[in-house]
């Protein structure tokens, strides 16, 4: 199985601070067809998971371009220009590339 | 508006079974592969299993594989997730989510149900 390891687990900001999460995989996740398959998500406090970004670097509709992703191979990174207070959450990155997708432990990001 | 309605969860005694319904609207439920994902509380996200538009492709997660059973009713725009021999370690939010299908690999997951809390208890 792909193992997504995210850091750090929790990660306290200032609002309008940047912020920047980091996942690593344990095999590429550059498939032969040239997408990346990683993904990011924030799951807000009482609410389901929701797409931020997609296959790497896609920010999903509606998400503000405050939003980030970059990275390549095994190694990924989300950014948040900006925190604002609404960015409070548990971020996850997620692999689909292959079967059983996986989830990184989470990221719990905080206002100061 | 796309719309995904967990329902069937609930309090069950170890060994028992359960089943969960995902109720789609507002999208051609049919043209889309179906996802479960579990939560236990206070933990992360886990993968349970998945069933591709037209059933074609099942999988699981190894922990739930042979006691798991995803299908679905594209007449009844429906995903189910049978779940036989609980165990305590399946105590868990399931939430079922649509995929958007990216290079006929794997995708993203658009949209997410609420979810259904499954407590698996003696």
């Known amino acids: 199985d792909i193992v997504l390891t995210q850091s750090p687990l929790s990660l306290p900001v200032s609002p309008g601070e940047p912020a920047s999460i980091s996942c690593r995989s344990t095999?590429?996740?550059?498939?032969?067809?040239?997408?990346?398959?990683l993904n990011w998500y924030l799951q807000k406090p009482g609410q389901s998971p929701q797409v931020l970004i997609y296959?790497?670097?896609n920010r999903a509709s509606g998400v503000p371009d405050r939003f980030s992703g970059s990275g390549s191979g095994t190694d990924f990174t989300l950014k948040i220009s900006r925190v604002e207070a609404e960015d409070v959450g548990i971020y996850y990155c997620?692999?689909?590339?292959?079967?059983?997708?996986?989830f990184g432990g989470g990221t719990k990001v905080e206002i100061k | 508006e796309v719309q995904l309605l967990e329902s069937g969860g609930g309090l069950v005694q170890p060994g028992r079974s359960l089943r969960l319904s995902c109720a789609a609207s507002?999208?051609?439920?049919?043209?889309?592969?179906m996802h479960w994902v579990r939560q236990s509380p206070g933990k992360g996200l886990e993968w349970v299993g998945f069933?591709?538009?037209?059933?074609?492709?099942?999988d699981y997660v190894d922990s739930v594989r042979g006691r798991f059973t995803i299908s679905r009713d594209n007449a009844k725009n429906s995903l189910y997730l049978q779940m036989n021999d609980l165990r305590p370690e399946d105590t868990a939010v399931y939430y079922c989510a649509r995929i958007i299908d990216v290079g006929q690999i794997g995708g993203y997951f658009d949209k997410w149900g609420q979810g259904t809390l499954v407590t698996v208890s003696s």
């Open positions: 069933v591709s538009s037209i059933s074609y492709f099942i």
């Open positions: 296959m790497g670097s």
């Open positions: 507002g999208f051609t439920f049919g043209d889309y592969a």
């Open positions: 095999q590429s996740l550059l498939h032969t067809n040239g997408h990346t398959y």
């Open positions: 997620m692999q689909p590339l292959r079967t059983p997708f996986t």
